[in-house]
């Protein structure tokens, strides 16, 4: 059974077997959690990154898919990228969003990992509620059959760890 954790803090300084990533689908950075994780992690992230565009992604990740490249100069093996949707009123997108961490899982049980730090998905400039993506990023997790250990998500403010609380509670 895997155990959720909860930290509060930046992903960019978790110990782990596989950060995850919140990435646009060009793979190459921006901002957020996506321009932190690159920035930390140097240049052999974009330098995979760049790679998978060249073969397989020449149009980019598509949304609700995972992959993943070295971590660079981060405290884990492995980066976990995922596009996860923009928050939409007219259109339900949750699927895409519950999609972002399956997929994170099972390319983390692919590679083998044990322990996974997710941020909270589409909650920032992506403009999903943050207790809704709580609420599918808790669901998802726990209904999602995986080998990895332990899921850590960690939660850049007192907002985001409280309603991941409330989830997990």
């Known amino acids: 059974m895997t155990t959720i954790r909860l930290a509060q803090g930046d992903i960019t300084r978790e110990t782990a077997d596989a950060v995850v990533n919140a ?3 060009s793979l190459l950075g921006g901002g957020g959690v996506d321009g932190a994780i690159h920035r930390r992690g140097g240049p052999a992230i974009l330098a995979e990154c760049r790679d998978l ?3 397989r992604y020449g149009k980019g990740l598509p949304t609700g898919q995972a992959v993943a490249t070295t971590a660079g100069n981060l405290d884990a093996r492995w980066v976990i990228h995922t596009v996860g949707p923009v928050w939409s009123a007219d259109e339900d997108r949750s699927d895409l969003l519950a999609s972002c961490y399956r997929e994170s899982l099972r390319v983390a049980d692919e590679l083998g990992a044990r322990t ?7 909650t920032g400039v992506y ?3 943050m207790d809704d993506g709580a609420r599918i990023a808790v669901e998802t997790v726990r209904d999602t059959p995986t080998s990895v250990e332990e899921v ?4 850049f403010d007192d907002r985001a760890y409280e309603a991941f609380a409330r989830h997990c509670g």
């Not at 996974?116 to 589409?122: E, L």
Request: proline share 10%; no cysteine.
């Open 127 to 129: 403009g999903w509620p």
């Open 116 to 122: 996974v730090a997710f941020p909270a998905i589409s």
């Open 53 to 55: 565009r060249a073969s």
């Open 152 to 155: 850590r998500f960690v939660l």
């Open 23 to 25: 990435a646009n689908s």
